[in-house]
């Protein structure tokens, strides 16, 4: 099987991204227009034949969140109606995921809310990457196809070849994480113990690992206002951590971040390009590109082969 009935389209969210991973597909990027109304409703035409074809569409669900979540939403509708074969939402960056179970009273699951969402609208399967936990695999009902970016992410820093190196999870539940890069790596790792008192306020307390003379790298699935990241390094300076990079998938970078960042002792941010950073600058950041990863991903979907061996 071929790409000749693939049909890549895009929303407001990431075209950039998008028009990448049609360039190693090797299609043109769909003819779609994805504007609104003067009233600020979305409106949506699809201007290729879906008919038959097998679809995939790119967006991120970042900010603006609700713009971009209603404008996939959307698109979905129509090439369901213009009778698509098949709908991929491949959704490099997964908002309204921090809300995925009831940590207290009268609280959404809005994780669940979106998966919802995202099914009624007709899609017949998800492609994402780096969801903020694992979980939210279970609140669809149809496949998901859960990419990792740390691939990406290894191969920037093997090439660095920094000395005296350990990973650090920024908190109990990004151990796993931080273990399987620090495997990959061949070296060890720490763990900073939080405590996160309201909502984009964390307060770090302790370090747990040796991270004494070390170069570090505090790994996490998303930065968005920075405020937890830099506190760490305050942390990890403390206790006589050398040089320190922070590493992420998902760069929000909302509010004071970039201030936030280039303030900080921080030697360098590397991200993802899952997320645009439009007129966000830093000379600190280092942004690679998840195009080729998930170009990959769509083919092995089209060609209904394994997308885990990406992992191997």
């Not at 000749?4 to 299609?27: M, P, Q, T």
């Not at 491949?90 to 994780?111: F, S």
């Not at 964390?202 to 747990?208: E, F, G, L, T, Y």
Request: aromatic share 6%; glycine share 6%.
């Amino acid at each position: 099987m071929g790409v000749d009935d693939i049909r890549i389209f895009s929303g407001n969210a990431n075209r950039g991204l998008a028009e990448e991973i049609c360039k190693y597909v090797d299609i043109p990027l769909g003819n779609a227009e994805v504007d609104s109304f003067s009233d600020g409703e979305t409106c949506v035409q699809i201007n290729d034949n879906v008919r038959g074809a097998d679809v995939f569409l790119v967006q991120s669900t970042c900010p603006p969140t609700n713009q971009n979540l209603m404008e996939l939403l959307i698109m979905i509708d129509a090439v369901k109606r213009a009778s698509a074969r098949r709908i991929t939402a491949v959704i490099p960056y997964y908002g309204y995921a921090r809300q995925d179970r009831k940590v207290q009273p009268r609280v959404p699951i809005t994780a669940k809310l979106v998966a919802d969402l995202l099914t009624v609208a007709g899609i017949h399967r998800i492609l994402t990457i780096d969801l903020h936990v694992g979980q939210i695999q279970g609140f669809f009902n149809i496949p998901v196809d859960h990419l990792f970016a740390a691939s990406v992410i290894i191969d920037y820093f093997k090439n660095k070849d920094i000395s005296d190196l350990v990973i650090v999870s920024p908190d109990a539940g990004g151990v796993e994480r931080a273990r399987a890069v620090a495997k990959r790596l061949n070296t060890s790792i720490a763990i900073i113990d939080k405590r996160r008192e309201e909502k984009n306020v964390a307060k770090a307390m302790h370090v747990i690992g040796n991270v004494q003379d070390k170069n570090l790298i505090i790994l996490d699935d998303m930065i968005d206002t920075a405020g937890s990241i830099t506190q760490s390094v305050g942390a990890l300076k403390q206790y006589g951590a050398k040089d320190i990079y922070a590493c992420c998938t998902h760069g929000v970078f909302s509010g004071n971040a970039m201030e936030r960042i280039n303030n900080s002792e921080l030697k360098e941010v590397v991200t993802t390009n899952t997320i645009p950073l439009g007129d966000k600058k830093s000379d600190k950041i280092a942004v690679l590109s998840v195009a080729k990863f998930l170009a990959d991903a769509i083919v092995r979907i089209h060609q209904e082969s394994s997308v885990s061996s990406l992992f191997v």
